[in-house]
């Protein structure tokens, strides 16, 4: 089972900008702030390749010159950037052009800004993907409310981990957020496995300033 990460790192930093210009702040994308003596895009990278996986791709788009200025020389070697055309466009764009360049079986599909999920959370969202009774039908997903065998995909969004070419055909022609696209994909049959935290972080998205103040705590 060869399995590959992809990482969306594409996003317009939108409520972030807004935050920084109220509070004063300098304008900076969120996934270059400062964290753990890191970025908050490169910790969410070294936790991805810290696992036991065939390849990591990182998926840019709005400010991809400034993300890579700051983190390209360090990863070159090890991950394989590639950039939206065009530019603005939802999530599922940014995650099936990141699957798209990949070969493997399987994807732990992630956003840049989780640096909070530690690669013991990856590792089991990986390992009961690869022992579920039927993995190409199976989403092994950080849970959002119940643990275990989920009955709705309602509110869940990334971390994943998915067949590739599966989920590839339900985000062909999509240009949306993730949760419609997993809902359809659970009202097809598909079983859900809702992966617990090993913390509260790890739940955390960093949109807004104070979620980002909130990772620093």
């Known amino acids: 089972m ?5 990482i969306t790192a594409a996003g317009k930093n939108s409520r972030m900008r807004k935050d920084q210009l109220s509070r004063g702040i300098e304008l900076t994308n969120k996934l270059i702030l400062p964290f753990n003596g890191k970025t908050v895009i490169e910790t969410t990278i070294d936790n991805a390749l810290s696992l036991n996986i065939d390849e990591c791709i990182v998926v840019l788009g709005h400010f991809a010159s400034e993300i890579k200025e700051v983190i390209f020389d360090n ?7 590639i950039e939206n055309n065009p530019v603005d466009v939802g999530l599922s764009v940014s995650l099936y052009n990141g699957l798209s360049n990949s070969t493997s079986d399987f994807a732990l599909c992630i956003t840049a800004d989780q640096p909070t999920v530690t690669t013991e959370t990856f590792n089991k ?24 065998l989920l009955d709705t995909a309602e509110g869940l969004g990334m971390p994943f981990v998915a067949p590739r070419e599966n989920l590839m055909k339900y985000l062909e022609k999509e ?15 598909y079983t859900f496995y809702g992966i617990k935290e090993k913390n509260e972080k790890e739940l955390l998205n960093i949109n807004h300033y104070d979620d980002y103040l909130k990772l620093l705590d």
Do not use: A, Q
């Open 75 to 81: 990863y070159k070697g090890d991950v394989k950037f």
């Open 125 to 148: 969202m990986i390992e009961v993907s690869r022992n579920s009774e039927d993995p190409f039908k199976t989403i092994s997903i950080l849970r959002r409310r119940k643990t275990g």
């Open 2 to 6: 060869s399995i590959s990460t992809i």
């Open 175 to 189: 240009n949306d957020n993730l949760n419609p696209i997993l809902r359809k994909i659970f009202d097809d049959g």
